[in-house]
């Protein structure tokens, strides 16, 4: 039976105290930096979308070679989220995004001075740990410090961008400079005071801070306790099973393939591949805004639903277009429908279960948890990321329109999963999610 959840206000009644949700010129500019290092993870992503044929015919590599070549980044992104909460914890955020862009530029100069597949591979392995510490801190970064009201809209910014190498790399080296730390870490840290002084640079010099300061020290005093062994507890099995669920389903609905291999896809299908990755390319920034508008105006659950049938149903097109190949009538169609297929495709999952799986896990676990559960499901993410792009080229072979079809019935599983399971949370605070007996309790 699929559990239904209330929106609701349970730890304060209305009253003057307020916070007020300006978006001050800081919030803006701090948010700026910490998406910027998104291009870099954009960048890694689609590298391969369009290579994948002139660098196996210039270094004569195998399928499995490429396999291999192309698998680096989530090999790399996996050991980087082994790590990644735990440093965040320990350090910082801020300290945390410094660690990740020094792996990040290393790795794209490796690439960009590269001579043989040796480096090359180095380099994105490198930028494989680089972006898997960022994929992580930076929603977690943005839910810490923006206001309940555009949250979702600060924090879907990161998929934006990650739809737009080694500027964005240095703008954010050199940016974080000049941004405050997440006032909820430093709460947590013991620094009162300064958790005030943050938030008031942050909502504006006129914004009451004293009920928000109050909410997060009252959830920072509630989950001080909370261990490893916390995580498993029956208490917290929803947030795990909703967080390593939809990180699962997100990969396993064939995103990485899909993106990492686009190129391939048009070539198997009879249909150009450099028109289909121009336009590709073209439509990457237009899908993610479309997300960025809607999140905060469906609200999580009713978009992650959309994304996933729309994922579903590009897909099912995916697989008629392969499945119907060669049959007569359906020559001069199946190209043109494997390359709506792959268009919408990449529009849908940009437009919602890129972004949401991330910014839901930044909202539902409690602060003291964040780091052990973070890591485990950063690493579900990746490590199912690595597979699926590691096996994607011998799915292809083995069938096109049965892979495709597998694909399609994951999508159709994510959209029973986020209406039994996923709970709203737009319009909250993180301390009315997190706290106990909240909607996640």
């Known amino acids: 039976m699929c559990i239904q959840y209330r929106k609701r206000n349970i730890f304060y009644k209305k009253n003057k105290e307020e916070t007020s949700a300006n978006t001050t010129p800081l919030l803006v500019f701090t948010t700026f930096i910490i998406v910027s290092a998104s291009f870099t993870f954009g960048v890694a992503l689609g590298y391969t979308a369009g290579t994948m044929s002139s660098i196996m015919e210039d270094l004569d590599l195998s399928i499995a070679q ?58 994105r392995f490198f930028v494989g740990i680089g972006v898997g510490l960022i994929s992580y801190v930076i929603p977690v970064y943005i839910a810490e410090i923006t206001p309940k009201n555009v949250r979702g809209t600060f924090t879907f910014s990161n998929q934006t961008l990650t739809s737009s190498g080694i500027i964005p790399c240095l703008i954010q080296f050199f940016g974080l400079f000049f941004i405050p730390e997440s006032p909820r870490w430093l709460a947590r840290e013991g620094g009162d005071e300064e958790c005030k002084v943050v938030l008031q640079k942050l ?61 391939s896809i048009f070539e198997l299908a009879g249909f150009p591949s450099r028109i289909g990755m121009t336009v590709l390319s073209l439509v990457v920034v237009p899908k993610a805004i479309l ?49 709506i297929g792959v268009l919408t495709f990449n529009m849908m999952f940009a437009a919602g279960l890129g972004a949401l799986p991330w910014i839901i896990m930044s909202e539902i676990f409690p602060m003291d948890m964040k780091a052990v559960a973070g890591s485990l499901v950063a690493i579900t993410n990746w490590f199912t990321g690595w597979i699926v792009s590691y096996c994607f080229n011998f799915m292809l072979i083995w069938s096109q329109s049965g892979t495709f079809s597998i694909f399609a019935m994951i999508s159709g599983l994510t959209i029973l999963f986020a209406w039994c399971l996923v709970p709203e949370t737009r319009g909250l605070s993180l301390e009315e999610i997190q706290l106990p007996h909240a909607i996640l309790s």
Do not use: H
Not at 71 to 98: E, P, Q, V, Y
Not at 232 to 238: A, G, L, P, S, V
């Open 66 to 123: 490429f396999s291999v070549f192309g698998s680096l980044l989530t090999f790399g992104g996996m050991i980087g989220a082994i790590f990644s909460a735990k440093s965040a914890d320990a350090f910082g955020r801020k300290m945390t995004l410094w660690l990740a862009e020094g792996f990040c530029i290393s790795g794209w100069l490796a690439i960009a001075l590269a001579k043989n597949v040796i480096w090359l591979d180095l380099g």
């Open 203 to 263: 909502r504006g010099k006129e914004a009451n801070v004293m009920k928000e300061t109050r909410e997060i020290m009252i959830c920072v005093d509630a989950t001080a306790n909370v261990s490893m062994g916390s995580l498993f507890k029956k208490k917290y099995t929803r947030q795990l099973t909703i967080g390593v669920g939809l990180m699962l389903l997100q990969q396993l609905s064939g995103s990485a393939g899909i993106s990492y291999y686009a190129g």
């Open 291 to 339: 997300g960025l508008i809607l999140v905060e105006r469906w609200g999580r659950r009713p978009l992650l639903m959309v994304s996933a049938l729309g994922l579903c149903l590009s897909c099912i097109f995916l697989a008629l277009s392969f499945g119907l190949k060669g049959v007569p009538g359906f020559v001069n169609f199946t190209p043109t429908m494997a390359f």
